[in-house]
């Protein structure tokens, strides 16, 4: 319990600095362009604790959902920011002054993110870095729980074959792919997801129409495709077959009765068909082989048979060593696929599939068990999203003041008060009832990833980042599952 709090500690703490860094960009620029900067504030709404310096109170505030530095000169947003009045009768500032103190923050979310990757350039970090489909299912486990075709297999793709493109976006590693996947925004006429994956075969290159299905409880889209992975299992469950057979946590299970496992949608074909008896698991055990003979049954309260244990696929990695500017530019990318698929009609990328706090400090937990280099990784990335965010054209965020900023360049004159009062206003409710909309499924992905309210069944989903990050876990490539 002690290591669990430590982890949280170490998420909420790399998570501020991510925060106090962006705000840090907007104070540095304000106080060197000779504006008034007169709070520095960790979290919204009434102050909580901190200090005064130089004219400035740094604080830290009752609503974590981020961070401001107030600047009347550049939008007085007092009232709403703080719960202070705003400030009247302050010398007007220039254009100039507006974009680069604005920009700026994101600017110093991006040096963040540049000074990380030099981290991950020297010591490297280990990722799926291969595209050849290891294994390409006949039939697969949709997000219902149904057994149905797999989307490959059913289009031709083939063992072997190295996937190059996926919509005409290139992949260079297995993440890049799945994250393309995901938030490929094909449909045909009829409603059904469309991917084209162009892959290369021998020596020949093949563009072929594939039919994502949704798997998981995210629905996200998968091809249904497997790299070089192990089969693991992660979990016995006491008093079923299982482990009366002897089976233990780490075991590898390869083969029923001589058939080589290949999928999941296999190892619960294989059960459903099973007509009763001894089934002979062939598994490897510290690099032995060893086969149990275990014959499945029913649970109380289920209706088919199981052996008892839970599993995940662990993917064969190696490490790279990408420089900083490859890896902004992949994050970066993916971001700009997600808020395509975001806004896109024929996507399947939903507003809940993204991530608030409450997810993101998940995330960060999850990757500071796992190790500081995937913890340098995230931070690096949730940096990269927070830039780009940020500068979109959404009123309170930096981009809309640049927008505001222009707007009155361009005509001339300010914008009226009451007016900028009230699309702010609007914006900070649409923001926050989004967050509080997203935070309900976050909650509801950590108690799945825990395993409060899920029973025998509970699932080990993939670390979300504003689907941004659905860059998963390197351990947890497909969900947890059970038989």
Known sequence: MLLNFFYIAIALLALSSCIFIHELGHFIAAKKRGLIADRFSIGFGPRLFGWKWRGTDFRISLLPLGGYVSLPQLADMGRLEGGEEETTDLPPISYADKMIVAVMGAVFNIILAFCLSLILWGVGRDIIKTTVIDVAPEQIVNSAGEIVPGPAFEAGLLAGDTILKIDDERIGDWMQLQNAVMTSTGRNDAGIPTTEVTVLRGDKELTLTVNPVLVTSEDIRTLGVQP??????????????????????????????????????????????????RIDVSLLRQGQNVILPIEPRVAPGEDS???????????????????????????????????VALVSQKSDVKVRNMS???????????????????????????????????????????????????????????????????????CIVMLISMVIYVSFFDVKRVGQDIGIGQGEEAQAGPVETPVVE???VKAIEAPESTE
């Open 228 to 277: 070089g992975t192990d089969l693991v299992v992660s979990m016995v469950q006491e008093n079923m077959p299982a482990f009366e057979a002897g089976m233990l946590p780490g075991d590898q299970p390869i083969a029923l009765n001589g058939e080589p496992i290949t999928s999941a949608a296999f190892l619960s074909v294989y059960l459903q068909n099973h007509q009763g008896g």
């Open 305 to 339: 048979p199981r052996f008892g244990f839970a599993y995940f696929y662990e993917a064969q990695t190696e490490r790279v060593h990408r420089n900083p500017f490859e890896q902004i530019t992949i994050m970066g990318n993916t971001m700009k696929m997600t808020l």
């Open 356 to 426: 608030g706090p409450v997810g993101i400090v998940h995330g960060l937990t999850a990757m500071a068990r796992y190790g500081w280099i995937d913890l340098v990784w995230f931070l690096a990335l949730i940096n990269v999203n927070l830039a780009i965010f940020n500068v979109l054209p959404i009123p309170v965020l930096d981009g809309g003041h640049m927008l505001f900023a222009t707007i009155s360049k361009i005509t001339g004159r300010q914008l009226p008060r009451k007016m900028m009062e009230g699309i702010y206003t609007a």
């Open 470 to 472: 659905t860059e998963t």
